[in-house]
């Protein structure tokens, strides 16, 4: 997911644009911000916006797609091995700086949440801080504002990103294919935190996955509605649709024959059972098997799911009820 619309919209964004195209960027910028499972995508971002060619980094070329990969061989990472940075990587982040870049025009050094780097190892920067290499950028991360060092904070230029108000969240995760109504049951949770939002949204996924799975077993009835279904069923559900469907279709068929079904799913298995024949679920089994197969190889993920819907009907018409 690609969060560059959503910064655009906040101030940090904007004087950092600002600073770009008036030529007063900064050699150094700390991103505080408390939404942690953002800050790395936030930071790479801020990245292709230094290396890209376009002025708004295109997010496709060859840099962008190797720096968001945090691949690219002057765009580099910090901490290296550990969890947080320490004096080796910093060591290792003075000794690479003197070396001119290998493919662009600048080298950019990102460091991950700084709030956890060690003191030592913040000392240690100063002095790169303090006089940095030409064409040398440096990223840094935070959380919190607190644990770094005064002397550090005085050499960077800060840039706050602050809660997105929430109709910004929804928007955006809209766009990425979230569900609207499933978001709203999260959104007023999360505090203006992105990442807090997908983490709520992602927690139900499974009962999510089971109400879908149930919702198509029982509601697909012509290939009308395959494209309906199909729209539903995102990337990031769909090994979970495919589990819930599994499940579904074996809790049914046992239902079936041995006339009582695990109560943790009693009420989908009978309206499973009313709309589709025993032979129909034995027949959309084998259908699911060969949608695990296609996802464990890595299959086009609208092709497995049209696959399977297909699959899911051609079993109820062949044996309907
Ligand atoms: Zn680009």
Request: aromatic residues 8%; hydrophobic residues 40%.
């Amino acid at each position: 997911m690609n969060a560059l619309k959503l910064l655009q919209t906040t101030n940090a964004y904007k004087i950092f644009e600002g600073d770009k195209k008036n030529g007063t960027l900064s050699h150094a910028y700390l991103i505080a911000c408390d939404d942690e499972s953002m800050l790395d995508e936030y930071l790479s971002i801020f990245a292709r916006s230094l290396t890209c060619e376009s002025f708004v980094p295109c997010c496709n070329c060859r840099t962008c797609t190797l720096v968001s990969a945090k691949t690219h061989t002057d765009v580099i990472w910090y901490p290296k091995s550990t969890k947080k940075i320490v004096v080796s990587d910093i060591d290792e982040l003075v000794e690479k700086s003197y070396y001119k870049p290998l493919e662009l025009g600048v080298k950019v050094f990102c460091l991950s949440n700084v709030s956890s780097m060690t003191v030592q190892a913040q000392n240690k920067l100063l002095k790169t801080l303090e006089e940095p290499p030409e064409n040398t950028f440096i990223l840094m991360g935070a959380t919190s504002v607190y644990p770094i060092l005064s002397t550090v904070l005085s050499r960077v230029k800060r840039l706050d990103i602050t809660p997105y108000p929430d109709s910004g969240i929804e928007s955006f995760l809209v766009e990425n294919g979230y569900e609207k109504e499933r978001l709203n049951k999260v959104l007023t949770l999360s505090g203006g935190r992105v990442g807090e939002v997908i983490k709520r949204y992602n927690e139900n996924d499974s009962e999510v996955a089971i109400e879908l799975a149930t919702n198509v077993l029982v509601n697909l009835k012509s290939s009308k509605q395959v494209a309906e279904f199909s729209a539903k069923i995102k990337k990031e559900v769909l090994k979970d649709f495919v589990s819930a469907l599994a499940k579904l279709t074996q809790v049914s068929i046992s239902a079936s024959v041995k006339g009582e079904s695990e109560t943790a799913f009693s009420s989908a298995v009978s309206s499973i059972l009313r709309s589709t024949s025993v032979g129909a679920l034995i027949f959309i089994s084998d259908k699911i098997r060969q949608a695990e197969k296609a996802l464990y190889f890595n299959g086009n993920h609208q092709a497995v799911v049209d696959g399977l819907l297909l699959g899911i009907l051609e079993g109820k018409f062949k044996w309907s009820k």
